[in-house]
């Protein structure tokens, strides 16, 4: 059974720095891409960062120069790094990876979700 075990997160306030970190658990073939969404309440689930196999990646607009995600593929784990954080930064944060677990299957798995609150 594959999983992906947040961990991180938690309370700051504006201006500050959290990291978030997720480990994906079970046997698996291929880790793709992995990264990084959010879902502030009232709001759809939006991408926040993610990273490619090879350390391609990409930032939603509103983080780019703030958020820096990164990858240990051998420890099978992605790594989201927050500095100078604004309030409208506080959502539920979720990580995501596209795994196979054979050549043949792949699919989409997601975390349990890890709170961050900025406060201003």
């Known amino acids: 059974q594959v999983q992906l075990v947040e961990s991180g997160g938690g309370a700051v306030q504006a201006g500050g720095s959290l990291g978030l970190s997720c480990v994906v658990s079970?046997?698996?073939?291929?880790?793709?891409?992995m990264g990084w969404y959010r879902q502030a309440p009232g709001k759809q689930r939006e991408l926040v960062a993610r990273i490619t196999s090879t350390g391609v990646t990409n930032y939603a607009d509103s983080v780019k120069g703030r958020f820096t995600v990164s990858r240990d593929n051998a420890k099978k784990t992605v790594i989201l790094q927050m500095v100078s954080l604004k309030p409208e930064d506080t959502a539920v944060y979720y990580c995501?990876?596209?795994?196979?677990?054979?050549?043949?299957?792949?699919?989409?798995?997601w975390g349990q979700g890890t709170q961050v609150t900025v406060s201003s």
């Open positions: 995501n990876a596209d795994i196979q677990r054979t050549v043949y299957t792949r699919a989409d798995y």
């Open positions: 079970g046997s698996i073939f291929r880790i793709n891409v």
